[in-house]
């Protein structure tokens, strides 16, 4: 006799269109919430090199992270301002990150000591590079 095995229910097949138009919808709405213009500009920069990545920048920071529970905006921005200070090297990034911050509660004064604090954690430079850069925020839009 064989024995007879019981198949699990087979799994729905999710729509990937769907889903992906979702997230895609759901990025693009934190985009604006969060970097305004300004990442607009960069996913517009991205459309005559590299379009697919523009949709993923949407997709999957945005669509996938920020949209997720358990940090605010703010505590986000926090985080990433600290990571691209600390990177060294992504001063158009830092920037982009440094007015989302404004834009969605973060002080002036907040932004200064986050990036003051990099000074212990990745290092003079890293500090002075993050300070200069949001000299550079602070100087283009008025207080």
Not at 36 to 51: F, K, M, Y
Request: hydrophobic letters at 50%; proline letters at 8%; a negative charge.
């Amino acid at each position: 006799m064989t024995p007879t095995l019981n198949a699990p229910a087979p799994c729905p097949t999710p729509n990937a269109e769907s889903d992906t138009n979702a997230r895609y919808a759901a990025g693009w709405a934190a985009l604006a919430r969060i970097d305004g213009e300004a990442g607009t500009r960069v996913v517009d920069q991205l459309s005559d090199i590299a379009p697919d990545f523009g949709r993923l920048l949407i997709e999957f920071p945005f669509g996938d992270i920020y949209t997720r529970p358990g940090l605010d905006l703010r505590l986000r921005e926090v985080a990433t301002i600290a990571a691209l200070a600390a990177l060294g090297n992504a001063t158009p990034q830092l920037k982009v990150h440094i007015e989302a911050g404004l834009n969605v509660g973060l002080s002036r004064e907040e932004i200064i000591e986050i990036l003051m604090q990099m000074a212990v954690y990745a290092g003079f430079p890293a500090a002075l590079n993050g300070l200069f850069a949001a000299r550079d925020v602070f100087a283009a839009r008025p207080a």
